[in-house]
Nanobody, 114 residues
Framework: QVQLVESGGGLVQAGGSLRLSCAAS????????MGWYRQAPGKQRELVAH???????NYAASVKGRFTISRDNAKNTVYLQMNSLKPEDTAVYYC????????WGQGTQVTVSS
């Protein structure tokens, strides 16, 4: 089973940017759709962006136009570029397959101050 390690989170002011990375221990090429999820305190985990093996992307309405998901199958890595961050983006961010999620990693904390 592919193990996933998220990184790149941190504390940033509103309007700032962060780039998250998700490194897989094995090949993600066979995983058609990879996604970035987030979970804020007291809320359910939600899918914010996903990308297919061919590069087709889709975004939640709350992040569309501000976040960009990408993947590098050769490096077994998925990225999330987050711009124009808002306090409501504060959450722990995770990556995983979308159709059949495997084990969850530790996630990476993103905190946006107002």
């Amino acid at each position: 089973q592919v193990q996933l390690v998220e990184s790149g989170g941190g504390l940033v002011q509103a309007g700032g940017s962060l780039r998250l990375s998700c490194a897989a221990s094995g090949s993600i090429f066979s995983i058609n759709v990879m996604g970035w999820y987030r979970q804020a305190p007291g809320k359910q985990r939600e899918l914010v962006a996903h990308i297919s093996r061919s590069g087709s992307t889709n975004y939640a309405a709350s992040v569309k136009g501000r976040f960009t998901i990408s993947r590098d199958n050769a490096k077994n890595t998925v990225y999330l570029q987050m711009n124009s961050l808002k306090p409501e983006d504060t959450a722990v961010y995770y990556c995983n397959a979308v159709v059949y999620p495997g084990s969850w990693g530790q996630g990476t904390q993103v905190t946006v101050s107002s």
